[in-house]
């Protein structure tokens, strides 16, 4: 097992665990083909922080504060984008001018691919919008107008990158997500849950067709989408119903809309400054046969 500790450097550091996001990248990850790419984004989080915090360091509406996306498949260009955000503290600041504490920052996986087609239309739909504004404040003669329009066209870049975010390609996870209180996580009735869950999904889907996966607030449950033959609310229920068995303070029992999950081998915290660097936990339900493949453009 590779592991970095992140110390005191002036560099951001992301990448925990080399092995576990090659082993994700392997079994999980959708391959680049066609006008599919694969995204990820950094995402500030200000509940991570207590009210002081908030106030110095004044992150705002930081979600998804950097975007990219990946064209390429291969491990080393998967590794080679991740590491890209490995920058200098002072290359990414806050509002306040000060770089981003480490413990609030996480790197979102999008378990599916995006569809470059989709976007391209989305985009030109937006592009379409700005000018509407754009001839409409014109014809107002609003000096406010035209410059909120000018601003709109100025990050276009970034409008486009957010669509990719909601751009899915044909899927290939379907994801399920238990949060619960932060207490609840270091119980022997967590661990309790983590086995009849594994158990249940076995027996419902039978195993390789679904990942366990830990995160700050609790655990994401990936579902292959062939395996899904059935509502996916029976999941939800059967989930939720071992979650009250085990007596867990259940904050959400959902299925996760977004698609989007904690990079597995990466670093991440919980709001006490705790390391939760998500990991897959039934890695064992997969043999070799089970891998995505697809040679390196």
Not at 58 to 76: A, H, Q, T, W
Request: proline residues 4%.
């Amino acid at each position: 097992m590779t592991i970095q500790q992140p110390g005191e450097s002036m560099y951001y550091q992301f990448i925990y665990d080399c092995d576990e996001i090659e082993w994700f990248y392997k079994y999980a990850v959708p391959r680049v083909e066609q006008d599919k790419v694969l995204f990820w984004s950094l995402s500030a989080r200000n509940k991570i922080l207590n009210e002081e915090e908030r106030k110095y360091y004044m992150l705002g509406r930081s979600e998804m504060m950097k975007k990219s996306v990946i064209r390429k498949n291969g491990f080393s260009f998967f590794m080679e984008s991740l590491r890209s955000v490995e920058c200098h503290k002072h290359a990414m600041l806050t509002k306040s001018r000060v770089p981003y504490p480490q413990k609030c920052l996480r790197l979102y996986w999008n378990l599916n691919a995006t569809s470059v087609r989709k976007v391209i239309f989305e985009q030109q739909r937006l592009i379409n919008e700005y000018n509407e504004e754009m001839i409409a404040a014109a014809l107002k003669k609003s000096d406010a107008a035209i410059e909120s329009a000018f601003h709109k066209m100025r990050r276009i870049f970034d409008a486009t990158l957010s669509l990719y975010a909601r751009a899915s390609a044909e899927r290939m996870w379907c994801d399920f997500e238990i949060d619960m209180e932060a207490d609840d996580l270091d119980k022997d009735s967590y661990h309790q849950f983590i086995n009849l869950s594994r158990k249940f999904l076995t027996e419902k889907i039978k195993k390789g067709n679904f990942l366990i996966v830990t995160s700050p607030g609790g655990l994401h449950f990936p579902v292959k989408k062939t395996a899904l033959t059935f509502n996916p609310q029976e999941l939800i229920n059967g989930l939720g119903g071992l979650a009250n068995e085990c007596r867990l303070s259940i904050i959400e029992c959902i299925r996760n809309e977004n698609e989007m999950i904690v990079l597995p081998g990466t670093y991440a915290y919980r709001a006490d400054g705790s390391q939760a660097s998500p990991v897959v936990l039934n890695k064992d339900d997969f043999s070799p046969g089970d891998e995505i493949k697809k040679e390196p453009e």
